[in-house]
């Protein structure tokens, strides 16, 4: 993107003075120092201010390590962003990890092909969002393995392998979504460390009412704790 075109359209959103500010910038070809600009203007009182509630800025495969350092900002702010498109972008998990625990209003993230976005992020992040005095509302998750979407009240990863990073976040994502009713995990190849992570989020959730688990590396004291976790009315097959 051209300085030009920076300044033209930083000139445009200072003329029209949006509250609500949904700020797009999706596949335009971003270099990685211009999505920390903009980034910078939402965390720094700019004309972008801290009203942007959804930030789009997927399939910019250039945006990685500069922009993620003012990303981490945004997040710890108090900007209300509720959504966050980070798709094919090369912004690293880690490093959002702490800012997303802290942040209370993002609840939406898409990490399609994004490639420091991989199991082992997902455990870091997930394992991050499910302990005690977690500030996160995030519930809805678009990865490479499921997408849990808006007004989804089943889904099904029967018969897929999944790594512990995503049952890690799977079960964060639980924690606080009040729409999922059904989720089978069918020979998913879990184990006991996925069980742990799923029972955490249990005890918080309070739609779930059927959680299939069959055919599962799982012990009986994985079986119980999960069991014990579950509210009632809430149907588990193991």
Same mark, same amino acid.
């Given at each position: 993107?051209?300085?030009?075109?920076?300044?033209?359209?930083?000139?445009?959103?200072?003329?029209? +003075?949006?509250? &609500?500010? %949904? /700020?797009?910038?999706?596949? !335009?070809?971003?270099? *990685?120092?211009?999505?920390?600009?903009?980034?910078?203007?939402?965390?720094?009182?700019?004309?972008?201010?801290?009203?942007?509630?959804?930030?789009?800025?997927?399939?910019?495969?250039?945006?990685?390590?500069?922009?993620?350092?003012?990303?981490?900002?945004?997040?710890?702010?108090?900007?209300?962003?509720?959504?966050?498109?980070?798709?094919?972008?090369?912004?690293?998990?880690?490093?959002?990890?702490?800012?997303?625990?802290?942040?209370?209003?993002?609840?939406?993230?898409?990490?399609?092909?994004?490639?420091?976005?991989?199991?082992?992020?997902?455990?870091?992040?997930?394992?991050?969002?499910?302990? +005690?005095?977690? &500030?996160? %509302? /995030?519930?809805?998750?678009? !990865?490479?393995?499921? *997408?849990?979407?808006?007004?989804?009240?089943?889904?099904?990863?029967?018969?897929?392998?999944?790594?512990?990073?995503?049952?890690?976040?799977?079960?964060?994502?639980?924690?606080r979504n009040s729409e999922l009713k059904e989720l089978?995990?069918?020979?998913?190849?879990?184990?006991?460390?996925?069980?742990?992570?799923?029972?955490?989020?249990?005890?918080?959730?309070?739609s779930l009412t059927r959680l299939t688990l069959s055919?599962?590396?799982?012990?009986?004291?994985?079986?119980?704790?999960?069991?014990?976790?579950?509210?009632?009315?809430?149907?588990?097959?193991?």
């Amino acid at each position: 993107m051209a300085q030009s075109d920076l300044d033209e359209l930083e000139e445009a959103f200072a003329i029209l +003075k949006l509250r &609500a500010l %949904q /700020l797009n910038l999706r596949g !335009c070809g971003l270099m *990685d120092f211009d999505g920390a600009r903009f980034l910078n203007a939402i965390t720094g009182g700019s004309v972008f201010s801290t009203d942007v509630s959804a930030l789009h800025l997927g399939e910019n495969k250039l945006v990685g390590y500069e922009s993620g350092k003012i990303l981490v900002d945004l997040l710890k702010a108090k900007c209300p962003v509720q959504w966050l498109d980070l798709q094919g972008t090369h912004i690293d998990g880690r490093s959002l990890a702490y800012a997303i625990k802290m942040n209370a209003t993002l609840t939406y993230l898409d990490v399609r092909n994004a490639p420091l976005w991989d199991d082992p992020v997902f455990q870091v992040v997930g394992s991050t969002l499910l302990e +005690k005095g977690c &500030a996160s %509302q /995030l519930q809805y998750l678009r !990865c490479d393995d499921f *997408d849990l979407l808006p007004g989804i009240s089943t889904l099904s990863l029967h018969e897929t392998a999944l790594g512990i990073g995503v049952f890690h976040i799977m079960a964060a994502l639980l924690r606080r979504n009040s729409e999922l009713k059904e989720l089978d995990l069918t020979a998913t190849d879990t184990d006991e460390r996925g069980a742990a992570a799923l029972a955490v989020a249990l005890e918080d959730n309070t739609s779930l009412t059927r959680l299939t688990l069959s055919h599962n590396h799982l012990d009986e004291e994985a079986q119980s704790l999960l069991l014990s976790a579950v509210g009632r009315g809430v149907e588990v097959l193991m």
